[in-house]
């Protein structure tokens, strides 16, 4: 007879039919409790939310080291623009002094005190202006690494997704249903056992084939049977 095999792994929690019962197409034949798929989904959707879990906390930890170096950024561009001013200021003072010192208002020696001044605050800015190209690269490797873990996250999920998806297709389809008309030729299986997916659970034959069946007889009847007996055999339906 044709195979029929169990859609999961499981224990067999119900077989409504007996051996030689008649079905119709789309019958429960047998009802599988596929345990180690509910626990293999239990255990994706735990990781999933983990996941999930993990790629919060690193964005909060990510987005306020963002944001610090935001509000450092805010600091250094101040500062530098203090600084720049005060460089302004310096150079004017200087053209103001240069035009005394020409006039002989004022001692060309103060002109080194300026020259002096100018330095320090050209320094500055240079600083200012390393720290502020410093903080900016900080800021795009820390939006790069964010985006790099938000894509592996999603691929992450994106797998994890799909393996629920099957897994939940395996728990829909823990019920054996007969694909056609047909009748029980051997049952393999009991109530109680674990089987694999795709282990034969019983076999099937067409309405109309034939079948051979074994009996026990009382002692009575068996000194009449002989060989070529006419017998009539039947099969309580469920």
């Not at 297709?169 to 009991?190: C, I, M, N, Q, W």
């Amino acid at each position: 007879g044709e195979p029929l095999v169990a859609p999961v792994s499981g224990i067999v929690r119900e077989v409504p039919l007996r051996a030689g019962a008649r079905f119709t197409a789309g019958r429960a034949l047998a009802v599988i409790d596929p345990v180690d798929v509910r626990a293999q989904l239990a255990e994706q959707l735990q990781q999933i939310e983990q996941r999930q879990k993990a790629q919060q906390e690193r964005h909060v930890v990510q987005q306020r080291a963002l944001d610090a170096l935001r509000a450092q950024a805010r600091t250094l561009r101040k500062r530098y623009d203090g600084d720049a001013q005060r460089m302004a200021r310096l150079r004017e003072q200087r053209r103001s002094y240069e035009r005394l010192v020409q006039h002989g208002f004022a001692s060309p020696g103060g002109l080194d005190n300026l020259t002096g001044l100018m330095q320090g605050a050209w320094r500055e800015i240079l600083a200012g202006e390393q720290e502020i190209a410093n903080n900016k690269q900080q800021q795009l490797a820390l939006e790069q690494e964010r985006t790099r873990a938000a894509q592996t996250l999603q691929t992450e999920l994106k797998a994890a997704l799909a393996a629920r998806r099957s897994l939940e297709a395996a728990l829909e389809h823990s019920t054996l249903l007969a694909p056609a008309p047909g009748r029980f030729d051997e049952l393999k299986v009991k109530v109680g056992q674990r089987v694999e997916a795709g282990q034969v659970l019983a076999r099937m034959l067409p309405l109309d084939a034939s079948m051979r069946a074994t009996l026990e007889v009382s002692s009575p009847e068996h000194v009449r049977l002989r060989v070529g007996s006419a017998a009539t055999l039947t099969i309580d339906e469920p």
